[in-house]
């Protein structure tokens, strides 16, 4: 069946902007989340889902950082006013439920701010 | 913070078994190991995962000693499409997020 998929899959924009990365999980996943990936260090964690609901949002870096998921499936991560340091692979998972031992993971979107 | 140390990198014969090391000295009892992968220019995969007991699937074996300090994952029979970063991470059962470490970098070589 079809995997996490995550749009667009590069994007670049310039300081001072604002973007959306787009996440589309499995199908029947009611967890979902978040990671952002700098070059050379593994995924950081930013926002978790259960639901439409954030159930933790520990990770996102300030409050130019926002996520939704309005119905429960697909998720909008909002960057306002994007910095030079925002550049990094925004990587998109999901799980059945909450408990579940295995998170699938998309391809993830690469954020350039110029 | 993460809660493993790894090697930042390993090599492997390709054919032969690639054993990649983890250290989780303050490991508590609740939590899991897990192993994911990272494939270049994709998102983390997952292999297996393990409490106290060996466990086995089609992929890899991990292997965790009896004071659960560290573990050992192994794929018997490394193919180059193994070249990968390979994470270990320690987790409770029922939390949410998975805290990645650097991970190592092994390179299966022909």
């Known amino acids: 069946g079809a995997g996490v998929s995550q749009t667009p899959s590069n994007k670049v924009t310039e300081k001072g902007k604002y973007v959306e990365l787009r996440c589309d999980p499995i199908?029947?996943?009611?967890?979902l989340y978040w990671y952002r990936q700098s070059l050379g260090q593994g995924p950081e964690f930013l926002i978790y889902?259960?639901?439409?609901?954030?159930?933790?949002d520990s990770g996102l870096p300030n409050d130019r950082f926002f996520a939704v998921r309005p119905e429960g499936s697909v998720s909008t991560l909002k960057i306002q006013r994007t910095e030079r340091g925002d550049s990094a692979v925004y990587l998109c998972a999901s799980s059945l439920t909450r408990d579940s031992y295995e998170q699938y993971f998309g391809p993830g979107t690469r954020l350039t701010v110029t | 913070d993460a809660k493993t140390t790894q090697p930042p990198s390993m090599d492997c014969a390709e054919g032969r078994a690639a054993n990649l090391p983890c250290n989780h000295s303050t490991i508590s009892g609740n939590e899991y190991v897990y192993w994911y992968r990272q494939i270049h220019s994709q998102g983390p995969q997952y292999i297996i995962h393990?409490?106290?007991n060996n466990e086995t699937n089609e992929m890899a074996s991990l292997i965790i000693t009896e004071d659960r300090k560290s573990s050992t994952l192994i794929l018997p029979h490394a193919t180059l499409r193994d070249t990968a970063v390979y994470y270990c991470?320690?987790?409770?059962?029922?939390?949410?997020?998975?805290?990645f470490g650097k991970g190592t970098r092994l390179h299966i070589l022909p």
């Open positions: 199908s029947g996943h009611t967890a």
């Open positions: 889902f259960q639901g439409t609901g954030a159930a933790d």
């Open positions: 991470i320690v987790r409770p059962n029922r939390d949410d997020k998975i805290i």
């Open positions: 393990g409490l106290k």
